[in-house]
């Protein structure tokens, strides 16, 4: 738990930097793949982390005090709810990201060459 937390730290100042980079940098601005990606990458790290505070860190005893605050205001059901919506839109945006490149690797093709294996 320890590590993925050091992880995510590193993860997160990272992409901050790239995804800062990809959205308001003129030359990425304009083209709506790069924002796919940052979107991509924005609800993973979001995933990650509340995987790490919703399901790691409720094995220590230190964290009892926190997570029972959590249970008694009844927050728990949303976490995982917002863990499940930032993993399964991650896994959507992966999918169009996946089609994007498809469709760029079939117009690099010259028209009209079938290859047979």
């Given at each position: ?40 990458g924005v609800t993973a790290i979001m995933n990650g982390v ?6 790691q860190l409720t094995s220590y005893p230190f964290m009892f ?53």
């Open positions: 738990t320890i590590s993925i937390t050091i992880a995510l730290v590193v993860t997160i100042l990272a992409a901050s930097f790239v995804y800062y980079k990809l959205l308001f940098h003129p030359s990425f601005a304009d083209n709506y793949t790069f924002k796919l990606i940052t979107i991509n509340l995987y790490l505070i919703t399901y005090p926190f997570y029972s605050t959590i249970k008694r205001i009844g927050l728990v059901t949303s976490m995982s709810l917002l863990n499940l919506f930032f993993g399964c839109i991650a896994l959507h945006s992966s999918l169009f990201i996946a089609l994007n490149r498809l469709k760029a690797m079939l117009e690099l093709r010259p028209k009209g060459v079938i290859r047979r294996y």
